[in-house]
């Protein structure tokens, strides 16, 4: 008599649909988080760049005149970690410091002592071949009055001229004096030892160009700049 073995069906197991889910959910989530960090990076490289691009940068290393060059009238040269400006009134020829690099918008900021004679800080300035050595806007630097004004070379004159009282609440006479000109697109504003002293909006002049400083022709001059630093913007 012979008996049959009952035969042993395999089994077959499925994952549940919840565990499916739970699978899912953490493939998903992995893949959420990976997004967030690679978010997180751009942001915190791309914040890196925009701020290290917007460090004040040194135009003056306090030794030499590298990173300028001159347009003839005067005298520039280094001496004690200062630049020197001299030039005598027979000299009719604007003497200029130039950066050879241009700028668009930027902060530039110059310390400076006026002695004798008119100077400036030219900004967005092109080089023009003549007697005054370039056109464009300057903030104005004067031992006696002016201070802090804007004038444009070969263009509009006085822009911005301010009193005698209003130069007299910011300018220290015979010191040391901070000087600071914003320029981004068409908006300028100047600032003297922290004090506003000419804002334009909208303006129509020049948005682009050279950064320089000026020894006036047909004067004794005397100026000096111990610190000069920009930050593009």
Sequence with gaps: ??????????????????????????????SMNRIKISIFFLLLFGTTFIASAQQWQDLFDGKSLNGWHLIPGGKWEVKDGKILGTSLA???????????????????????????????????????????????FQAEIDPTKDAGGLYETSGRKWV????AEQVASWYKKGKWNT?????????????VNGIKTAELKNDPGRTQGHIALQL???????VMYRSIKIKEL
């Design 160 to 163: 911005v001229r301010p009193t």
């Design 1 to 30: 008599m012979s008996s049959t073995q009952p035969t042993e069906e395999p089994i077959i197991w499925e994952r549940p649909p919840f565990v499916l889910d739970s699978v899912n959910h953490i493939k998903i989530s992995v």
């Design 90 to 136: 027979s000299d009719k020829r604007h003497g200029l410091l130039v950066t050879d690099k241009s700028y668009e918008n930027f902060e530039v900021e110059v310390v400076y002592k006026a002695i004798k004679g008119n100077s400036g800080l030219y900004f967005r300035a092109e080089e023009s071949g003549d007697m005054v050595g370039v056109h464009g």
């Design 179 to 191: 000087m600071k000109v914003r320029a981004v697109e068409k908006d300028i504003t100047v600032w």
């Design 216 to 222: 006036h022709g047909g004067m004794d001059m005397d």
